[in-house]
Antibody, heavy 125, light 107 residues
Framework: EVQLVESGGGLVQPGGSLRLSCAASGFTFSDHYMDWVRQAPGKGLEWIGRIRNKPNSYTTEYAASVKGKFTILRDDSKNSLYLQMNSLKTEDTAVYYC????????????????WGQGTLVTVSS | DIQMTQSPSSLSASVGDRVTITCRASQSTSNHLNWYHQKPGKAPKLLIYGASNLQSGVPSRFSGSGSGTDFTLTISSLQPEDFATYYCEQTYSLPHTFGQGTKLEIK
């Protein structure tokens, strides 16, 4: 059974840092790209970034809203994904989800077929 | 960035009803369009990928259609467990973007 379990959320002051983790099991983690999506309280979903797999040099992509302050990392030996968040602002308050990225078809259809339960990050003084 | 606009933003319907939700992209996304639903306090769940492909394990009452800029999600006969918020998402280009959501409520 595929499982993604996030941890590391909590209350942090503006300007602070936090590192989220996502522990994966039930599939070959190293094969997949992995993404982070967040959801502010009462709001919709916002894609924030991706890390590709080893054959694709672990390259990363970020949304403009987090580029330069968030960093996505992975450790395939531990089946783990990380989100390092620096210079946090109140507008970064959200539930953060990790999601497994799957790709299929000749045109490379991308979709998020498994999601973690989410971890809440609250940025407040 | 590609903007995704869903309509309606909210919808009241009854068990057994046929429901259609639409999603429009600000530019073509070919068929790189996914649908999810989300229940309160839970993670989103994938329903449809590639505009019309039913995700494994998802009931056949869900179907998707469209290409280019206009897409629809149809639920042929609403069940109690279908009351949730529905999101479309384009994965044609980065950054991936979601619609604002359609909240499906019980009438």
């Amino acid at each position: 059974e595929v499982q993604l379990v996030e941890s590391g959320g909590g209350l942090v002051q503006p300007g602070g840092s936090l590192r989220l983790s996502c522990a994966a099991s039930g599939f070959t983690f190293s094969d997949h790209y992995m993404d982070w999506v967040r959801q502010a309280p009462g709001k919709g979903l916002e894609w924030i970034g991706r890390i590709r797999n080893k054959p694709n040099s672990y390259t990363t992509e970020y949304a403009a809203s987090v580029k330069g302050k968030f960093t996505i990392l992975r450790d395939d030996s531990k089946n783990s994904l990380y989100l390092q968040m620096n210079s946090l602002k109140t507008e970064d308050t959200a539930v953060y989800y990790c999601a497994r990225n799957s790709i299929t078809g000749t045109t490379g259809l991308v979709y998020f077929d498994y999601w973690g339960q989410g971890t809440l990050v609250t940025v407040s003084s | 960035d590609i903007q995704m606009t869903q309509s309606p933003s909210s919808l009241s319907a009854s068990v057994g009803d046929r429901v259609t939700i639409t999603c429009r992209a600000s530019q073509s996304t070919s068929n790189h369009l996914n649908w999810y639903h989300q229940k309160p306090g839970k993670a989103p769940k994938l329903l449809i990928y590639g505009a019309s492909n039913l995700q494994s394990g998802v009931p056949s009452r869900f179907s998707g259609s469209g290409s280019g800029t206009d897409f629809t999600l149809t639920i042929s006969s609403l069940q109690p467990e279908d009351f949730a918020t529905y999101y479309c998402e384009q994965t044609y280009s980065l950054p991936h973007t979601f619609g604002q959501g359609t909240k499906l409520e019980i009438k």
